[in-house]
């Protein structure tokens, strides 16, 4: 037997984990599956805009050869155009580096960071990946919670008691997955702050940057950390519908002067991968200009704002469960109600749901928190569907919490 590397298996990444192996196994014995839990908008009919399809064809024939390692000119300057537009002047296109997604631009810019042991501030719930990147690339994930009676905001003097001697970044993720948290101003700029003053990098993960609703509003923490070493990620994922073209960016601002040896070491090892995918590149200038059809659906009729809304609406007449409104991205992290000593057990949940209403949920802690309340859904499917499943969550839970 050949034994895999013990930290991969330390890495948790449930979102495909073996639930969704067991998914697809019903899938093959005929049954249809409600997928709610990956962020996957192509999947739900919700596809990329027509002209950056039209984008794509029409270079296609430009893109046989390798791009160079930080992406091509056109895709970089539009994302430093972008973040001028934002209030950044500064920005050059030698700043954005272009990548597979944001994930391999996580994994790349913690490679490029870390010595052994360091740390690495995440909030709590998190993205994986950004715990699984940390510990892959020999850091140490602290994790900083973000409590549900807070709006799943962090706490700012609770977050400064997590900085060590061997912390190196903050990790913000905003608008947030799974939470749906938008932070306020005034937090990002604490965070900010923080940043500077202990010497940290500030990574902004931000791929849902225009996916805010009601009076919700985004906040780049690129336009606040002016002073410290800032890293935005942003990517055609999920604005742009675009998960599968696998295009994401990052974006050094703040104090470019401390920062320069360790873009160079980030595009070193861009180089080791010789370049991201040439023709989904030639996207990024058609979707970063001009109207942006992302607001038809987070505005009132919208697909995501009534998905949205019709979760809301089924969760408050529940019997079992509670949610902090998601203010942005495309998820909702409800919460079973019951007493916190309760012995609920979110991946018992999730297996049955899955089992008997054959609706695919991750539970709650695989985003690296204790309480096994939660569960994360996505707001994709239409908004009768997300009825109906969270009814089917309901009776179940009527079973399971009587016995
Ligand atoms: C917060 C967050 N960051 C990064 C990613 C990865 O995005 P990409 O498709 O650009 O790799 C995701 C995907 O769901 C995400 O939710």
Redesign the pocket.
């Known amino acids: 037997m050949i034994q895999p590397a013990a930290r991969v298996s330390q890495v948790r990444y449930e979102i495909r984990g073996p639930l969704a192996q067991r998914a697809h196994e019903l899938e093959q014995a005929g049954h249809d599956i409600l997928h709610l839990n990956v ?1 996957n908008p192509g999947r739900f009919g919700l596809h990329a805009p027509d002209t950056m399809r039209q984008a794509l064809i029409n270079n296609l024939p430009a893109s046989d050869a390798y791009g160079p390692q930080c992406g091509i000119f056109p895709a970089r300057e539009a994302v430093a155009i972008q973040f001028q537009e934002r209030g950044l002047p500064a920005t050059r296109f030698q700043h954005v580096l272009i990548g597979n ?3 391999e631009l996580v994994d790349l810019s913690l490679r490029a960071l870390l010595e052994p042991g360091d740390e690495v501030l995440i909030p709590a719930p998190d ?1 994986p ?1 950004w715990t699984a990147a940390t510990m892959l690339n020999g850091g140490r994930a602290v994790h900083y919670p973000c409590r549900a009676g807070q709006h799943f905001l962090p706490d700012i003097s609770e977050l400064a008691t997590r900085i060590s001697p061997r912390t190196r970044a903050i990790v913000v ?1 905003n608008p947030n ?1 799974p939470t749906g948290a938008v932070y306020p101003q005034e937090l990002l700029r604490q965070i900010a702050a923080l940043a500077q003053q202990h010497g940290l990098v500030l990574f902004a ?1 931000e ?1 849902y940057d225009a996916i805010t609703y009601d009076d919700a509003s985004f906040t780049p923490m690129a336009t606040l950390a002016t002073e410290a070493v800032c890293v935005s990620f942003g ?1 055609l ?1 999920k604005v742009w519908r675009a ?1 599968g073209w696998r295009v ?1 960016w990052m974006v050094f601002s703040g104090d470019l002067d401390r920062s320069t040896d360790y873009r160079q070491a980030v595009e070193k090892l861009a180089a080791l991968r010789l370049s991201s995918n040439v023709p989904a590149q030639w996207a990024v200038q058609t979707a970063l200009g001009g109207y942006q059809s992302i607001a038809e659906l987070t505005a009132p009729g919208g697909r995501l704002y009534e998905a949205r809304r019709a979760v809301l609406a089924s969760v408050a007449a529940s019997r079992h469960l509670q949610l902090v409104r998601p203010d942005g991205a495309m998820y909702a992290f409800p919460a079973v109600r019951c007493g916190a000593d309760a012995a609920f057990d979110d991946h018992a949940f999730a297996s049955r749901l899955l089992e008997t209403a054959h609706i695919l949920i991750v539970p709650g802690t695989s985003f690296n928190i204790h309480d096994p309340r939660h569960f994360r859904i996505t707001l994709l499917p239409e908004p009768g569907q997300l009825q109906q499943a969270i009814a089917a969550m309901d009776a179940l839970l009527d079973e399971l919490l009587d016995t």
Do not use: H, P, R
Request: proline fraction near 0%.
């Open positions: 962020g997604g944001v994930s993205y990946l993720i997955n993960d791929i990517g994922s998960c994401g």
